[in-house]
């Protein structure tokens, strides 16, 4: 039952409704078609009835009580002679029903007498298998009834004019509804077709064939936006699976080159006895590369970990001064190395913010470390905190190299260095800011960066109070 469902297709499905719909209403318009040629047939027969009545009441006289016909004879050779498509029968009764006068077309049968009427009265019956509409009226002698004058038609015609109206009709529902089905189902099948476009192209795309995109219909309706939706989206996946593609072949690469520089040294080393001054030198710096591929490994944790699930935040009341102080702590070494002024700067200096530490000093420590590593010299650092109703304003500044303005919306990208030609001596993989980045979206952190080159860089956060 639920497959067959499934194989009654959307074209059938749309079609088969507007046939519902279609079903209702013609079948009420050929019942008003029908009601209406029936009321109106049935008028007309009244109407050739009451004349018939009102001629032939013209014929009767009343005399010492009983009704004869004016001219009796007259009468009998005209109702011989009419000859009608529909004939008439007529019939004259005395006051207590007894047959006084007939048409000759009535031949041996009579008509229906309802006795003790006083007034017209209109039936149906039956006369020799014939159905026949009559009217019965009293013929009235002052007030007494003195005889009755009986009218039939034949409705043979009509009721079969109507029949075959109910017939026709019957028979044409199911042919028009079957017809209309089919057009329905063409006209459907048309407007869907880009329904279509989107199921081919869907069965085109593969992992590695991203290219495809679906043909936009003409018309900007609904099928328009869903396609063109798809299209956004299958954009988006392709950037990130372009994305995912480079971002592994750039860590495989990262990790290769400073596992061959170890794997180079170590067999140098080995391959003869060395004095103990070339063994601590080579040691140490297989120690240095060691830890770079350690800081290698912690980055890209940290991002994939943070990168699909929303890990469960852990919220809590911060201290900005005092996150800031362990933050420059970690950093104390670099900055007295290169001569760096920090000049920090929090107003209100108590300011506190709901947060996870964890996650916001990561940011901090990815920014204030590249302010240091991108930093001349005795270059400056400048830390600005204010609080703005109830956004948190968080400025860096250094004025160290800066940023080209053509790396400007790429440096967030995983892996990507602006310097990684001009100053190779600077290490890093280009992971920073990608993991800012992501942190920032997870707490909610707008983050802005201007650069200038030669100048410096000004990174704000503004981080949401509550
Ligand atoms: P990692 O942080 O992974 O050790 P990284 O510092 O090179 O390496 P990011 O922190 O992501 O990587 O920074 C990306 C690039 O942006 C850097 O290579 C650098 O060119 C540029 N950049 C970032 N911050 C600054 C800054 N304060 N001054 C100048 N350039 C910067
Ligand atoms: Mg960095």
Not at 53 to 62: A, L, W, Y
Not at 362 to 372: R, V
Not at 440 to 448: C, F, T, V
């Given at each position: 039952?639920?497959?067959?469902?499934?194989?009654?297709?959307?074209?059938?499905?749309?079609?088969?409704?507007?046939?519902?719909?279609?079903?209702?209403?013609?079948?009420?318009?050929?019942?008003?078609?029908?009601?209406?040629?029936?009321?109106?047939?049935?008028?007309?027969?009244?109407?050739?009835?009451q004349?018939?009545?009102?001629?032939?009441?013209?014929?009767?006289?009343?005399?010492?009580?009983?009704?004869?016909?004016?001219?009796?004879?007259?009468?009998?050779?005209?109702?011989?002679?009419?000859?009608?498509?529909?004939?008439?029968?007529?019939?004259?009764?005395?006051?207590?029903?007894?047959?006084?006068?007939?048409?000759?077309?009535?031949?041996?049968s009579?008509?229906?007498?309802?006795?003790?009427?006083?007034?017209?009265?209109?039936?149906?019956?039956?006369?020799?298998?014939?159905?026949?509409?009559?009217?019965?009226?009293?013929?009235?002698?002052?007030?007494?009834?003195?005889?009755?004058?009986?009218?039939?038609?034949?409705?043979?015609?009509?009721?079969?004019?109507?029949?075959?109206?109910?017939?026709?009709?019957?028979?044409?529902?199911?042919?028009?509804?079957?017809?209309?089905?089919?057009?329905?189902?063409?006209?459907?099948g048309?407007?869907?077709?880009?329904i279509?476009?989107?199921?081919?192209?869907?069965?085109?795309?593969?992992?590695?064939?991203?290219?495809?995109?679906?043909?936009?219909?003409?018309?900007?309706?609904?099928?328009?936006?869903?396609?063109?939706?798809?299209?956004?989206?299958?954009?988006?996946?392709?950037?990130?699976?372009?994305?995912?593609?480079?971002?592994?072949?750039?860590?495989?690469?990262?990790?290769?080159?400073?596992?061959?520089?170890?794997?180079?040294?170590?067999?140098v080393?080995i391959?003869?006895?060395?004095?103990?001054?070339?063994?601590?030198?080579?040691?140490?710096?297989?120690?240095?590369?060691?830890?770079?591929?350690?800081?290698?490994?912690?980055?890209?944790?940290?991002?994939?970990?943070?990168?699909?699930?929303?890990?469960?935040?852990?919220?809590?009341?911060?201290?900005?001064?005092?996150?800031?102080?362990?933050?420059?702590?970690?950093?104390?070494?670099?900055?007295?190395?290169?001569?760096?002024?920090?000049?920090?700067?929090?107003?209100?200096e108590?300011?506190?913010?709901?947060?996870?530490?964890?996650?916001?000093?990561?940011?901090?420590?990815?920014?204030?470390?590249?302010?240091?590593?991108?930093?001349?010299?005795?270059?400056?650092?400048?830390?600005?905190?204010?609080?703005?109703?109830?956004?948190?304003?968080?400025?860096?500044?250094?004025?160290?190299?800066?940023?080209?303005?053509?790396?400007?919306?790429?440096?967030?990208?995983?892996?990507?260095?602006?310097?990684?030609?001009?100053?190779?001596?600077?290490?890093?993989?280009?992971?920073?800011?990608?993991?800012?980045?992501?942190f920032?979206?997870?707490?909610?952190?707008?983050?802005?960066i201007?650069?200038?080159?030669?100048?410096?860089?000004?990174?704000?956060?503004?981080?949401?109070?509550?």
């Open positions: 039952m639920i497959e067959s469902m499934y194989n009654f297709s959307f074209k059938n499905r749309i079609a088969f409704n507007y046939i519902i719909t279609t079903a209702l209403l013609i079948g009420v318009v050929f019942m008003i078609i029908y009601v209406v040629v029936k009321i109106s047939v049935s008028n007309h027969l009244d109407q050739d009835l004349r018939e009545v009102d001629r032939h009441s013209k014929e009767i006289e009343v005399k010492d009580g009983v009704i004869a016909l004016r001219k009796h004879t007259e009468w009998m050779e005209r109702e011989h002679n009419t000859v009608g498509v529909d004939p008439v029968f007529i019939e004259f009764l005395d006051a207590e029903g007894k047959l006084i006068d007939k048409s000759p077309n009535l031949k041996d009579e008509l229906l007498y309802i006795p003790d009427y006083v007034d017209n009265i209109v039936t149906e019956g039956k006369l020799a298998d014939k159905k026949i509409r009559q009217e019965q009226v009293p013929i009235y002698d002052d007030d007494e009834i003195a005889g009755y004058l009986l009218v039939a038609v034949s409705i043979e015609g009509s009721t079969v004019v109507l029949e075959s109206l109910r017939h026709v009709l019957l028979i044409s529902y199911p042919f028009i509804l079957l017809i209309l089905f089919f057009v329905a189902r063409i006209i459907a048309r407007s869907i077709k880009p279509n476009d989107i199921i081919e192209t869907s069965n085109a795309i593969t992992r590695d064939n991203l290219i495809s995109r679906i043909p936009l219909p003409h018309n900007k309706d609904e099928l328009y936006i869903l396609s063109d939706t798809i299209n956004n989206l299958l954009d988006r996946v392709e950037q990130t699976i372009e994305r995912e593609k480079s971002f592994t072949s750039y860590a495989s690469h990262e990790f290769r080159t400073p596992l061959a520089v170890l794997k180079g040294t170590l067999e080393l391959r003869k006895p060395r004095g103990q001054e070339e063994y601590e030198e080579k040691i140490n710096y297989c120690i240095k590369e060691v830890d770079r591929l350690n800081h290698l490994v912690d980055e890209l944790l940290i991002l994939t970990r943070y990168e699909n699930q929303k890990q469960s935040l852990k919220l809590e009341d911060t201290a900005i001064e005092n996150l800031v102080s362990i933050c420059l702590k970690r950093f104390s070494s670099q900055i007295q190395n290169k001569g760096i002024q920090v000049h920090t700067n929090i107003t209100p108590n300011i506190r913010i709901k947060t996870d530490s964890y996650l916001f000093s990561t940011i901090i420590n990815n920014i204030l470390s590249n302010a240091i590593k991108y930093s001349e010299q005795g270059g400056i650092i400048r830390i600005d905190v204010t609080n703005e109703n109830n956004t948190v304003i968080f400025v860096i500044k250094d004025n160290g190299m800066g940023i080209a303005q053509k790396d400007m919306d790429k440096i967030f990208d995983k892996f990507y260095r602006s310097y990684e030609n001009d100053h190779p001596q600077i290490k890093g993989f280009g992971l920073g800011l990608a993991i800012v980045k992501r920032s979206e997870l707490l909610q952190i707008k983050i802005e201007a650069s200038q080159e030669a100048k410096g860089t000004v990174i704000t956060l503004a981080i949401p109070q509550s």
